[in-house]
């Protein structure tokens, strides 16, 4: 599922048997922190036993919103995925977490979309 706030932030959910993916681009402001925040309410109770990998590789930038919402999703015990040296200190930043254990989590295998919208927007 592709959701396009603005032309600087994108954001795909991806269902796999294993693990549910939010793959995060652009700049993550206070309404993209918000709209993320009302998709994980909406596909968290799909999760089931899955797990959670929030793909934060291609973020540009994150203000207050944004970091308070990686907080929590660390706390729920995401695994994040940082595969640039920026996102990896900017996540390591926010976290806590090690370069050492993103690393780890960027080797996890992807999962086939649920769903991907060429053009335009759309609510989850």
């Not at 652009?26 to 089931?48: F, P």
């Not at 973020?59 to 308070?68: E, L």
């Not at 976290?95 to 991907?116: D, F, K, Y």
Request: aromatic residues 8%; positive net charge.
């Amino acid at each position: 599922m592709q959701q396009t706030i603005n032309e600087n932030f994108r954001y795909y959910v991806h269902a796999g048997a294993t693990a549910l993916r939010f793959e995060i681009a652009g700049r993550v402001s206070d309404v993209g922190a918000k709209e993320l925040q009302q998709a994980w309410r909406t596909v968290s109770s799909a999760i089931g036993n899955r797990s959670l990998i929030v793909d934060l590789t291609y973020v540009t930038s994150i203000d207050v919103a944004g970091q308070n919402l990686v907080r929590a999703w660390h706390d729920r015990c995401a695994r994040f995925v940082a595969k640039s040296p920026q996102t990896r200190a900017l996540i390591q930043s926010i976290t806590g977490q090690s370069i050492g254990e993103l690393s780890a989590a960027a080797r996890h295998l992807t999962w086939l979309p649920v769903q991907v919208a060429a053009f335009g927007s759309f609510r989850l």
